[in-house]
């Protein structure tokens, strides 16, 4: 079955380019032109992935707003923002509103589409029930707490807001406690097909 995708963009023509490329690649798309809208539409229900702009009508930082409200509805959501502001300070409070990811809408359709089938990949991967799933869905090392099911993190019981990457990296270092790993190790840990060494060293930095 084909997931959905939920678009959260202000702008018609960037909305139905963005959705166009989506459906052309096998998803379901829902569009939403601002928060009202769309908080109104997820409280009913809520799709698999969500691309979300910051800026929507008169609402400048409406986008963080509706990810915080999406956090208060799902833990585990994959929330991607897509938007034109691509300062660090942005960068930054979108991850620590929640979001999995950031990118700016300079990034080609299929950078875009890059990420999100990894992002879904990297879904499936944790939700398969594997033994070890089965067996254990938190892990703790002394002040380290981890949630598997929900992909939540709390130090020293202070909540720390990370993306899928940076998850998946720390849960499999975790895991494996005193142990080597190289980059190699690393890309296999996050699921994904195009994570580079560089992109590893700039997640542990």
């Known amino acids: 079955m084909s997931k959905t995708i939920a678009i959260v963009e202000d702008e018609a023509s960037i909305r139905q380019n963005y959705t166009e490329f989506l ?21 009913q229900h809520l799709p698999d992935l969500v691309l979300l702009d910051i800026g929507l009508e008169q609402e400048i930082d409406g986008g963080f707003e509706l990810c915080r409200h999406l956090r208060s509805l799902s833990a585990s959501l994959p929330i991607i923002f897509l938007t034109a502001l ?16 950031y ?7 299929h950078l875009i589409i890059a990420c ?12 398969e029930p594997t ?6 869905q938190k892990l703790t090392i002394g002040p380290l707490e981890m949630d598997i099911k929900s992909w939540l993190v709390h130090w020293h019981e202070q909540r720390i807001d990370l993306s899928m990457t940076e998850f998946s990296i720390l849960h499999n270092l975790a895991k494996h406690p005193g142990q080597v790993c190289s980059h190699d190790n690393l890309m296999q840990f996050t699921k994904q097909k195009v994570v580079t060494d560089n992109t590893i060293s700039t997640h542990i930095r």
């Open 23 to 43: 459906e052309k690649n096998g998803y379901r798309v829902e569009q939403y032109a601002n928060r009202s809208k769309a908080q109104s539409a997820f409280d």
């Open 131 to 136: 033994e070890e799933a089965q067996s254990t």
């Open 103 to 109: 990118l700016t809408k300079d990034s080609s359709l």
């Open 86 to 101: 691509d300062s660090e300070y942005d960068k930054i409070s979108g991850r620590r509103v929640g979001g999995w990811d």
């Open 116 to 127: 999100i089938d990894n992002t879904l990949r990297v879904v499936d991967a944790f939700s």
